[in-house]
């Protein structure tokens, strides 16, 4: 395909919002032809990283007036289904960055907007693109563990400094110094509920395991950094159809190294993703005469693709996303992550902080394709 015929993206948020602009000039078929920031430096920057004749703009609206195919919504997690709505209604293909949204109500809107305009919309779970997830796939769809009962997973990440704006705190700045920053200057992260934020650990699990969500009980600790903040951790238990259990902890202001985690366990034998130093998976199945854990080189890459997808961000999965996203568009094929998967990703969390708002009582989650 011709540049001329290329695919034009538009892409809303400039922190996040880069890594598909950059990678969306990667690819033959597409091209960042529109940037849209509030933030002017940003603007600029990305027009001097992308080096084309990309144009800036600092109000969307007119950023959605212009000549585009496909619209990137990496604006704050509470303005998702807003932005992703204003670009399915004119018209435009919608891949929006995690989570779908915060709220029961605006996914409802989301899902309606898709129906309605019949246009292409994704979720950029890129977790999912992880090469050991795929792996981990393969293990439970052979048998190998058996019926997997349980699962869990864990995303614990110090995000302190994005609590507000323009990083402007150092990296080891303290709680006080959080605390008596101007609440002005508080940015979406602040009192967002953790737990909201569970899609890059559930997604990987009900793909693997080919499940969804059908019932949440919750908890909160609280905030580590004083009133106004978001609770440090939340953990939810979750019931799925398959009549499994899943328990998911998401912690984001706590001083430790970051990591994701998983683990399944099966009738047959249990698998485990990495946790602090380890370096290597582990798989144990009771069949194979293996006297404790075997340790598995599983790669957080794809080994499919491109040396390019290896360069893009998080093992590679950021150019996947794109590669995909903009092949169902080419091919006119399902979106890898439709709306429904995004809601089965994205509605638990938001079921958890129900629960957690009710003590911990047992909240049923929807199934958005019955609305
Ligand atoms: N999948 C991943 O690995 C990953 C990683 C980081 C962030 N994210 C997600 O990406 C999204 C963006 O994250 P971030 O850290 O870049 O957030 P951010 O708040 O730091 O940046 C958002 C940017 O969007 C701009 N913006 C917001 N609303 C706008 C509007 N109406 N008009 C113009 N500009 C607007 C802001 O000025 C800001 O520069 C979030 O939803 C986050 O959850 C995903």
Sequence with gaps: MSSRQALKVGVLGLRRGMTFATQFNTLPE?????????DSARIEHALNTLGSDARGFSEYNEMLATDLDIVVVASGAPDHVLHCCQALESGRHVLSEVPADISLDRCRELVAS????????????????????????????????GDVLYAEGEYLHDVRRLYLENLDLPKDAGFRALREHPKSRRTWRADLHPINYLTHDLGPLLEILDDRCVSVCAMATASACGEGFAPAAEVALFKTAGGRVIKLLTEFSLPRPSHHWFALMGTKGSLESP??????????????????WS???WSTRLLAGPAAAWKSG????????SREFADCILHDTPSPIDVFRAMDYTVPGICAVRSIEQGGAPVPIPDLRED
């Design 30 to 38: 597409t091209r960042t032809v529109a940037v849209c920031d509030q």
């Design 114 to 145: 898709v129906r309605k305009t019949g246009r292409k919309y994704m979720l950029a779970e890129n977790c999912c693109y992880w090469g050991f997830v795929q792996e981990y796939r393969r293990q439970v769809r052979t048998g190998r563990l």
């Design 275 to 292: 946790r602090g130093p380890a370096t290597k998976h582990l798989l144990y199945c009771e069949d194979e005469n293996m006297e404790s």
């Design 295 to 297: 340790e598995m080189a």
């Design 314 to 321: 998080h093992g590679g999965a950021d150019w996947h996303i």
